[in-house]
């Protein structure tokens, strides 16, 4: 009987970290994004989804184990990611905003597809490691939250936020692919990229708004 108890109570910290995990990825951003679009393009798509997986899985696991400490203690640190995401994600989304003011959509997209995949793997991982949100998501909020945790339920924890991000990013990717032939027409692609580039940029405005609060706060 206590045996049954106590495996109910290391799935509830499993489905803890499943929920939050799911709470936390979901909102549309960077990461998302560029998932969804190589989805529809239906280029490496499976190959960035995993690229993002195991990302999330490094981080998740260095904040849940320790890594927020260090996050924490190096608020300058913080302040030079926070700002190579704003430069990047400024960069991104001019990129999709100039495709969906293309006169020709159909050629910049075709343009698009032409990148290698080095490229490609170069941008998945600028998206997921100049991202500030990722840090606050994995070392601010599940670290402070799994980090109190004992042993096991730590890992139980650890392992649900984990599985949040291999189900999303791989059913996004397998989606977009599906909805690619409805999703890839030319005013399907405009509406898609002209509303990213705005999040993108409505993100970057809001970092850069935390980074100058940020430094002000260093400074003062």
């Known amino acids: 009987m206590i045996q049954i108890e106590e495996q109910i109570t290391v799935l509830s910290y499993f489905f803890q970290g499943l929920t939050l995990g799911a709470a936390l990825i979901l909102p549309l951003g960077p990461q998302n994004a560029f998932v969804m679009n190589q989805g529809i393009r239906r280029q490496y798509h499976l190959m960035i989804a995993s690229l ?123 989606l977009a692919a599906w909805l690619a032939p409805r999703l890839r027409t030319a005013k399907a692609q405009r509406i898609i990229n002209g509303v990213v580039g705005l999040v993108m940029w409505f993100i970057a405005l809001q970092l850069a708004a935390d980074g100058v609060h940020h430094i002000s706060s260093l400074i003062g």
């Not at 302040?79 to 704003?86: E, N, P, S």
């Open 52 to 174: 993002c997986a195991i990302s999330d899985l490094l981080l998740i696991c260095a904040g849940i184990f320790g890594g927020s400490a260090l996050l924490m203690q190096s608020p300058w640190l913080l302040a030079i990611v926070t700002w190579g995401g704003v430069a990047f994600l400024l960069w991104y989304g001019w990129g999709a905003l100039r495709t969906a003011m293309s006169s020709s959509v159909e050629l910049a997209s075709a343009e698009v597809l032409k990148q290698g995949r080095w490229k490609i793997v170069a941008t998945v991982l600028a998206v997921t490691w100049l991202n500030p949100h990722v840090y606050l998501d994995t070392f601010v909020v599940l670290g402070s939250l799994g980090g109190q945790l004992a042993d096991e339920p730590k890992r139980w924890f650890a392992l649900g936020t984990v599985s949040a991000s291999i189900l999303w990013f791989y059913g996004l990717a397998l």
